[in-house]
């Protein structure tokens, strides 16, 4: 069973940062996509990032130029540099990693970013 498990949420200002973690418990070369979900209250949950195996990546518009994904082979470990954090980037942050071709398909428990003053 594949675990991924999130961290690095909490409250911060407008204009703030956080990075957030998410450690695998298998080599993320097995996982052909990773990817950042959140979900914000009475919201369905939306892509904002995802790296493939072979490093490209993909963002949602809301937040290019801001958020940066990176993924760490040895670590087994990606990560998501969120810069100039908004108040509407408030969310539950969920990290999925997946194969589709091998119905692979593993989720997070999720890591509050509140942004607020």
């Known amino acids: 069973q594949v675990q991924l498990v999130e961290s690095g949420g909490g409250l911060v200002q407008p204009g703030g940062s956080l990075r957030l973690s998410c450690a695998a418990s298998?080599?993320?070369?097995?996982?052909?996509?990773m990817s950042w979900y959140r979900q914000a209250p009475g919201k369905q949950r939306e892509l904002v990032a995802s790296?493939?195996?072979?490093?490209?990546?993909n963002y949602v518009d809301s937040v290019k130029g801001r958020f940066t994904i990176s993924r760490d082979n040895a670590k087994n470990t990606i990560y998501l540099q969120m810069n100039s954090l908004k108040p509407e980037d408030t969310a539950v942050y969920y990290c999925r990693g997946e194969t589709p071709a091998l119905g692979m398909d593993h989720w997070g428990q999720g890591t509050q970013v509140t942004v607020s003053s």
């Open positions: 790296i493939t195996n072979s490093g490209s990546t």
């Open positions: 298998v080599s993320i070369n097995r996982l052909y996509v």
